[in-house]
C-alpha cells in the first residue's frame, strides 16, 4: 500500500466554521489530490498540485483551497464549513512518470450539522 | 470533458456466479481506464488499467476488463466471485497523456453477494 495518510479520520463541526484536512505522504509522490465522494455522484476531483506551492482547481472547487508548502504534505481548507461539504474526503497520489495511476488514502469522514 | 457511465447502481450475484459491471466512457480519443474496489470504510484500490495494447486486461483478485473501443466500453469481469468481493466499484477515466489533472469517475456499482 502506498504510504498515505489523512487526519482527521472523522470530524464533526459546525456550519461557518474552518475547517483543515491533512493528506501525508511518505512516497515523495509529486503529484496530490483531494476528492470527495458523495452517495450517487462517486468521486469528484475537489483541487490537485502538481508540486509544492503549484496548485490547481478541479471540478468542484468553490469553497474550498489547498495549500502545499511540503512535498510530503497537501492540506485541504473549507474556510467557512458548510452543510453541503458533508461527504468523504480522500487524497490520492500519483508520480510523473506515471501521473494517471492515482493511489488513494484511506479517507476523511466530515459532518458539518 | 471526457465522462464516465456505470449503468447499474447495484448488481447482486450469486456466490460462484459469473460476474459483469459495464462501464462507458465519453471521449474523442482513448482515454486511460480504470477499476477500482472501494469495501465499507476502505478508501479505493486499484483493480486494473488499461493505457494501450492488448485489450483484455488482467488485474488483482482475479479480475480482468475488456476495452472496446467500438462500445466505448470497460466491462470489469470475473469467472466465479467470493463473498469477499462485495463492495462499491468504480471505473475511472484520464484523458490521454494527461491525467495528471486528476481522474474522472463513475458513480459507481454496489455488489452484493448473495449465498
Known sequence: DAGITQSPRHKV???GTP?????????????????????????????????????????????YSVSRSKTEDFLLTLESATSSQTSVYFCAISEPTSPET???????????? | AQSVTQPDIHITVSEGAS?????????GATPYLFW????????????????????????????????????????????????????EYFCAVAVLGGGADGLTFGKGTHLIIQP
Open chain 1, 102 to 113: 492515482q493511489y488513494f488514502g484511506p479517507g476523511t469522514r466530515l459532518l458539518v450539522l
Open chain 2, 19 to 27: 460476474l459483469e459491471l459495464r462501464c462507458n466512457y465519453s471521449y
Open chain 1, 19 to 63: 475547517v483543515t484536512l491533512r493528506c501525508h505522504q511518505t512516497e515523495n509522490h509529486r503529484y496530490m489530490y483531494w476528492y470527495r465522494q458523495d452517495p450517487g455522484h462517486g468521486l469528484r476531483l475537489i483541487h490537485y498540485s502538481y508540486g509544492v506551492k503549484d496548485t490547481d482547481k478541479g471540478e468542484v472547487s468553490d469553497g
Open chain 2, 36 to 87: 477500482y474496489v472501494q469495501s465499507p470504510g476502505q478508501g479505493l484500490q486499484l483493480l486494473l488499467k488499461y493505457f494501450s495494447g492488448d485489450t483484455l486486461v488482467q488485474g488483482i483478485k482475479g479480475f480482468e476488463a475488456e476495452f472496446k473501443r467500438s462500445q466505448s466500453s470497460f466491462n470489469l469481469r470475473k469467472p466465479s466471485v467470493h463473498w469477499s468481493d462485495a463492495a
Open chain 1, 13 to 15: 463541526t459546525e456550519t
